[in-house]
């Protein structure tokens, strides 16, 4: 009735072997490193961060090579804070932009090297950065311009009179022929 020791044994050691896989996955899929490897730290200030979080990738050429540690307000900019892999040196030129994976995916910072011959060290700053695309801005940005632009529609122009004439056609001053009544 009762189960062997053997087969008490295996099932702690499927329960185990279970536990151990369910904790693996929760550390890979939370972005959660339990090891930091070497690594400096760098700074770059943005007019907006839109759709960045902590836990993003920092990338030069489409290699990740850091992430993004925090994102914080500084003198009504966003100063992002990011740690960069030892080994990884980037100069004092380089451009910082918030790019976005595909047309809404998650959001990364793409760092394109500059023309410096002083490379940044740790707690160095990146000056020149382009802020975040935001779509919804953009594309309220094109509705108000198609809303105030030069599309008339036929039939709707006025004339001096105040009626749906044309110009010229029933001027009160009398300069223009009148309509026949």
Not at 30 to 53: Q, R
Not at 63 to 68: F, L
């Amino acid at each position: 009735m009762y189960a062997s020791r053997t087969t008490q044994f295996l099932v702690g050691i499927f329960a185990l072997a279970g536990l151990g896989a369910l904790a693996f996955l929760s550390f890979r899929l939370g972005k959660v490193e339990l090891f930091t490897p070497p690594s400096y730290v760098i700074y770059a200030s943005f007019d907006n961060v839109s759709g960045l979080k902590v836990g993003d990738s920092v990338e030069i050429a489409g290699v990740s090579v850091g992430k993004v540690t925090d994102i914080s307000l500084s003198s009504e900019r966003a100063k992002v804070t990011m740690r960069i892999n030892r080994g990884v040196q980037i100069d004092d030129e380089a451009i910082a932009a918030i790019r976005t994976r595909g047309i809404i995916g998650d959001k990364y910072v793409s760092i394109s090297p500059g023309p410096g011959e002083k490379m940044l060290a740790n707690g160095g700053v990146l000056r020149q950065t382009e802020s975040a695309f935001v779509l919804e801005d953009a594309i309220g940005q094109l509705i108000n311009n198609m809303g105030s632009g030069g599309g008339k529609k036929e039939g709707t122009e006025k004339g001096s009179d105040g009626l749906n004439n044309p110009p010229g056609i029933g001027d009160p001053d009398g300069s223009k022929p009148q309509p026949s009544k």
